[in-house]
């Protein structure tokens, strides 16, 4: 089974610049995360969607950070424009509905902000 | 509020030697507990998790964890690290399909 998919890797960029990552979750899991991982800290997280609906983007600052799941598959996550203290590795999880709270996780995305 | 504390931020351990890695949550309802495991430029990857029953539970590559209620702790264990255990590890509290983080414990082992 394919694992939850992001790309890219890795991503530097100019402090004001705009950058989008992309996730790809597995097949047929609703529940669709993003978090926030900075350097020496566990991941946060910025907005849940399930399925195409937002479920819970309270930590999300949306002044410069905007998520969708367009047909509640892929999800792209935007930032702009970027800020020195929003370089961080990026992380997409997913979740099946029958689950219990188990997340899985893809490989994320590192954004440098210079 | 609910949280989770690993309070060592950093543990060096000697290969074939034993390790425990400290876990205490702040939950108001029964937890599902987990731990992660983070290798560098990795995503996270599921060691354990503990919903009910057994209040130990094994998990993959030779850990295992038991909760205690008492203490409002999941600790993590392993009888013997090898070096290839050496990454950051995360545990986690998690209802109504979310997860709360620990800041982690990296784990480093010396030769």
């Known amino acids: 089974e394919a694992g939850v998919a992001q790309s890219p890797r890795y991503k530097i960029i100019e402090k004001r610049q705009s950058v989008a990552f992309w996730c790809n979750p597995i097949s047929g899991h609703a529940t669709l995360y993003w978090y926030q991982q900075i350097l020496g800290q566990g991941p946060k997280l910025l907005i849940q969607f399930q399925n195409n609906g937002v479920v819970d983007d309270s930590q999300l600052p949306k002044d410069r950070f905007s998520a969708e799941r367009l047909k509640g598959v892929d999800s792209t996550l935007k930032i702009q424009p970027a800020k020195l203290e929003d370089s961080a590795v990026y992380l997409c999880?997913?979740?099946?509905?029958?689950?219990?709270?188990?997340?899985?996780f893809g490989p994320g995305t590192r954004l440098t902000v210079l | 509020a609910q949280s989770v504390t690993q309070p060592d931020i950093h543990i060096t351990v000697s290969e074939g030697a034993s390790l425990e890695l400290r876990c205490n949550y702040s939950y108001g309802a029964t937890p599902y507990l987990f731990w992660y495991v983070q290798s560098p430029g990795q995503g996270l990857q599921l060691l354990l998790k503990?919903?009910?029953?057994?209040?130990l539970v094994q998990g993959i590559k030779g850990f295992e964890a038991e909760f205690k209620r008492s203490q409002s702790s999941f600790n993590l264990r392993k009888p013997s690290v090898h070096w290839s255990d050496a990454a950051e590890y995360f545990c986690a509290v998690g209802g109504g399909g979310k997860l709360i983080f620990g800041q982690g414990t990296e784990l480093s082992v010396k030769p």
């Open positions: 503990y919903f009910s029953g057994d209040t």
């Open positions: 999880a997913d979740r099946e509905s029958s689950s219990y709270n188990e997340q899985f």
